[in-house]
C-alpha cells in the first residue's frame, strides 16, 4: 500500500519507522511544516534500512495537487497538527485517497471539513491510534453495560513534565460517565504512559490497563487501522467501528 | 424469584448469605449432604436477618419430589459436588425448574445428564460463575481476535495453600491457545485470588486484571444469571450465552 | 504472654480471633464499652477453638484496678478508641503491665498521657499497626533518602463507602513529603485496602505496594510487636523502633 | 570527574549518553572491541550536543598504559564483556584510577583480579547497576529478615525474544532463598523488564516491583556509583556497600 505521512515530529517519526520496515506497505513520502531535512529520505534520517522513497517534503508553498499526482499513494497518514487537514484534504478526497488522521484534538471547522471529505472518500480519525487504548475504551464501556452499577474510575501515569489531563484519559471518563475527579492523574519520572480502568464491584475488582513503551505503537495502530480500511466504502470512520466486525465474529 | 440451594460449604454458605439479603430473591431451602444444620435457617446459621425461610435439609434419604412440592422454587442454584446434580436434576426438570449449575468439574455421564435436562427446562452450567472472571474470558478472546498474533501470557495468584494450578487458569489457557507452561503459577501467604491475562504487543502491554476478594462474588454471579436467565426458552445455557446480548447491544 | 484486649469492634474482633489460636498468647479478658456480649467468651462469640479464656467485660462502672488484681494480664492491646487510654492506663502502668495501642488518632491529652505512662512502663503507639504498611514507610523514607530528588506519588484505593483521605497515605505522605495533591484517591467496590508508593525515576518506577486482605492484618501486627517489646525497657515505642534491631543486623 | 568508558555497544551507548549530558562528568575516550566508529566523537554518533571528547578508541593493539598516560581519567566504567577486564585492569589500577565494573557475569579468574586490583585502587562490581534494582534487592532481604517466615515468589517479565531467565531474578532468588521454581518468567511482546518481588502474609500481601524505561538507567546507575565511591579508600565494593551509609543515616 502506497503511504504518504503527514507530520515529521516525534510521532511522525515513530510512525514512519515501523511503516519503513513493514512489507506491505510504502513509504513514498512525508509532508511537514519545518524546512529541515527536505529532500532527504525517511530512511536516511530515521537510520533505518529500507527502500521506501520516504522522500521528506516542506509544506511551505507546496503545490499538493501536484504532489499527489507526481507522487501518487493509497492512503494518507496524519499525525501533524490540527490544521493540516486544510492543506491536503481536499486534493486528497478529490483523488479518492484514503485519509487517515490520529490528530488529538480538531475544532468544529476540521470536523466539518472531515465530514465533507468523507463524501467522495473513506476518512478515519482517531485521536489515540492505539490498538490498545481503543481496545481499552471498548471493552470498558462493554464492562459497564453488563454492569451498569458498578463502581468506576481512572489512573493515568505519565512522566512529570506532561502536561494537563491525559486526553486518552478524559475521552475514557467521557465514554464512561466517570466525573473528572475520579481520574486520578500521577506525574513521576519517565514513566511513559500506563492507563487503568478499575471496576469496583461488591466482592471483586477488575483492572484494564494499558502500558505504552514507546511512540512506534501508533505507527502499528495506524497499520491497523490502514488494513482495516482496505474494504470500506467512503465514509466518516473511528477506531470502534473497525472493532466492530471483529464482535460480530466473536459473537459467532 | 424463589430459589433454592444445593451445597452448604465455604462457597454455598457465601452464596446464600447474598441471597438473603437480595429483595428479589427468596431463598427458600438448602439442600446439603451433611446431616449438621438440619432443620436450622440459613439466616439464623449465618447471623443475617433476613425473612426468608432458608431452611437447611439433609440430602440423605430424601424424596426430591416431595420436596419440590412441598417447597417449591423456581430455580435451583448448585455450589454442591458434581454428584448433586443426579439428586435433583431429573426431578426440578420435569417440573420445569431452572437449574443453575457452578460446579467446577462434571465428567461425562454429568455432561450427559444436563443436556438431557436441558430438553425440558433452561440449565445453565459454568465452572465459575463470577461475572468478572467470565467477562475477562470473553474480553480476552475478542482482543485475541482483533490481534490473533499477539503474544499472550497468564499469571494466576492464590494462597498458599491452595493446590494444583487454578481452574480459572487453565479454562483461560485453553480459551486463548495459551500452553501450559505460560500459565506462571503464585502460591503465597492469604492472597484469594488474582488472575492477569498479559497480552504482550511490540510497542505496548495490555493486562486485565481480576481480584477476588471474597467468596460471595460467587452469589452475585448467581444472582446475574438468575435474573438473566428469566426470559431464556429451556435449553443448555454458559455464562457466554449471558454476555451475547450486551454485545449485540453494544454494536448497536 | 497473658493478653487483654480493650474494644471488640470489627478491629478488635479480629485481632481476637489471632490471639486467641496463636498458642504463645493468652486472651484473658475483653473490656468493651458497650454493654452486649459480656460475660461470654470470646472464642464462643466468635466461634473459634480456644482454651483462652477471653471473657468479655462491660467498660461501664468497671474498677480497673480490681479487674487487673483479679484477671492479672503481661500487656494489654488497645483497638477501641481515643478515650480508651484514660480508662485504663494509669491503673496498667502501675502494674508495669505493657501497653500496645493501635489507636488511629489521639489529641494532645491522650499524648501527653502516653509520655506519663512511659515513664513507669513500656507504651507503644502505632497508628496503624501492620507490619506491612510499617514496612511499606520505612522502606519508602530509605528510598527517598538515597534519591532525595526522586519524584514521589501515593494511590490509596479502599471500598467506596470509606470516608476521607486514608490516614495511612496521610501519614505516608507527610513522612515522605509528598503534597497532598499528589495523594491519589480511589473509592470503588470493596476494594479491602491497597496502598501503592510511586518512585519516578527518569529511567525506571519503582512501586511499592501493600495490599489488605482482612482486618486479621492487625492482629499479628499486635503479635509482632508484643514480641517485639518483651526486652525493651519502659519508655515510649512507635513502630519505626521495633524495625531497627533488624536494620543493624541488616548492616552486619 | 573524567571518565572512560569500556564497550559501545547498546548500553555502553546509552550509558554514554547520559554521561555527556551530566555536567559533573566529563566523558573522555571510549574503548571498544569493534573496530567501527574508531576517532568519531560519542557525542557526533549518538546525536547529542555535548564538549566532551568522547573518543571512540578501538581496542586491538591498543597501549593501555599509553592510552591513559595521554588521556588520564578518575574512573573507568566498565560495560564490555567479562574479558574487558584484562584488557585495563592492571594499567588502570595501578595509577589509582577507580574502576566501576557493570559486567553481568565474571568467572573465577576475573573474580580473582578484581581481588587483587582492589589492593591498590577502588574496584566496584554489580552485575546490575541500576539504583532501582539494587534497592529492590536491599528491601526485600530487609523485609524477610523482619519476617523470617513469610512466602516469597518473583515474578519477571520481558520481551519475548529475551534468553533464559533474568539473571536480576535469579540473583535476587538467591539472596531470598527463593526456589528456582518460585521465579516465574514471562516472555511478551516488547515490555522492557519488570521485576516483582512478592511477600506473601497470611492477610496482606506487599509486593515490591521495579520496571526498566530505558537502558539509561544503567548510566544513571553508573553515577550514582561513581559519585558514591568518591571518598573511598581502596578496596572491593559492590551495590549494598554503597547503600550501607544511606541505612546508617536512615537509624538516626
Redesign the interface.
Known sequence: MKTALIGFGRAGKAVASVILTNPDFKLEWILRKRPSLTGRSASEVLGIESDDPGKVISASGVDMEKILDENPVDVIIDFSSEEGIHRYGKAAASKGIRIISAISHYGDSEKSLLRELSKETVVFWSPNI???IN??MF?S???Q???PW????I?E?H??TKDGISGTAVKLAEALDVKPA?I?????????GKHEV????????????????????F??GAIFVAQNLRDKPKGLYNFEDL??P??????N
Not at 486520578?184 to 511513559?192: D, H, L, W
Not at 471483586?204 to 511512540?215: K, P, W, Y
Not at 471483529?246 to 459473537?251: G, R, V
Open positions: 492505539t490498538l490498545g481496545y481499552l471493552a464501556r462493554f464492562l453495560k453488563i454492569a458498578v463502581d468506576i474510575e489512573i501515569q512522566f512529570k475520579d486520578n492523574v500521577v506525574r513521576a519520572g519517565g514513566i511513559v478499575i471496576f469496583g464491584f461488591p466482592y471483586q475488582t477488575v483492572r484494564l490497563i494499558h502500558e505504552s513503551i514507546s511512540r512506534e505503537a505507527g502499528n472493532l466492530h471483529y464482535f460480530n465474529d466473536h459473537l
